[in-house]
């Protein structure tokens, strides 16, 4: 498949318009969007990649939910059982004398886990990004790890050799039933 310059660059433009996401909420989905749905008709070598980004970053919004579903709710009951109630009723001084360390169990273990995974998990996300930029830049097809295809890539190829076929054996067909 050659891809023309302009492909190249507006492909690496859609995965690298995912790190606004530092600078506007959810920017990691409108911009990527936002390219890719102006330019996915043009270009087959686009709209690869434009479903990488999108598929990539919702992969990532439910690890990243999961995640927090699981360490959120284990820290604050950690918390709140290590606090005593009378410094959260009367504002009294919180002292760290309060935290033990026999109350970490491993259900808190879990907790830290889930939060070293998710930071993790962002890191990773923004090393990817910039390595899938690199790729699509030098025209290179490139698939996440660990992605959940929610947009099904279209395989426009297969489809054209099905309606082919089909279009052979009912061509036979009609031939077969007017010899008889």
Same mark, same amino acid.
């Given at each position: 498949?050659?891809?023309?310059?302009?492909?190249?660059?507006?492909?690496?433009?859609?995965?690298?318009?995912?790190?606004?996401?530092?600078?506007?909420? !959810?920017?990691?989905?409108? &911009?990527?969007?936002?390219?890719?749905?102006?330019?996915?008709?043009? *270009?087959?070598?686009?709209?690869?990649?434009?479903?990488?980004?999108?598929? &990539?970053?919702?992969?990532?919004?439910? %690890?990243?939910?999961?995640?927090?579903? $699981?360490?959120?709710?284990?820290?604050?009951?950690? $918390? !709140?059982?290590?606090?005593?109630?009378?410094?959260?009723? %009367?504002?009294?001084?919180?002292?760290?004398?309060? &935290?033990?360390?026999?109350?970490?169990?491993?259900?808190?273990?879990?907790?830290?886990?889930?939060?070293?995974?998710? !930071?993790?998990?962002?890191?990773?996300? &923004?090393?990817?990004?910039?390595?899938?930029?690199?790729?699509?830049?030098?025209?290179?097809?490139?698939?996440?790890?660990?992605?959940?295809? !929610?947009?099904?890539?279209?395989?426009?190829?297969?489809?054209?050799?099905?309606?082919?076929?089909?279009?052979?054996? *009912?061509?036979?067909?009609? *031939?077969?039933?007017?010899?008889?």
């Amino acid at each position: 498949m050659e891809t023309s310059s302009n492909q190249k660059t507006t492909s690496a433009f859609v995965h690298l318009s995912t790190l606004t996401q530092y600078f506007i909420p !959810f920017g990691n989905y409108i &911009f990527p969007i936002i390219i890719w749905g102006a330019s996915k008709k043009d *270009s087959d070598y686009i709209d690869h990649h434009g479903r990488q980004t999108i598929n &990539f970053q919702l992969s990532l919004l439910l %690890y990243s939910l999961l995640l927090c579903l $699981i360490a959120i709710p284990i820290f604050i009951v950690t $918390i !709140f059982k290590n606090i005593p109630i009378n410094a959260i009723v %009367y504002n009294d001084d919180f002292i760290i004398d309060n &935290f033990h360390l026999e109350h970490i169990t491993g259900i808190v273990i879990i907790g830290i886990t889930a939060a070293v995974l998710f !930071f993790t998990l962002k890191v990773a996300e &923004f090393f990817l990004i910039i390595y899938a930029s690199i790729k699509a830049a030098n025209g290179e097809l490139y698939k996440y790890p660990l992605t959940i295809n !929610f947009l099904k890539t279209e395989k426009k190829e297969e489809n054209k050799t099905e309606i082919s076929e089909e279009n052979e054996s *009912s061509i036979n067909h009609q *031939s077969e039933s007017e010899t008889v």
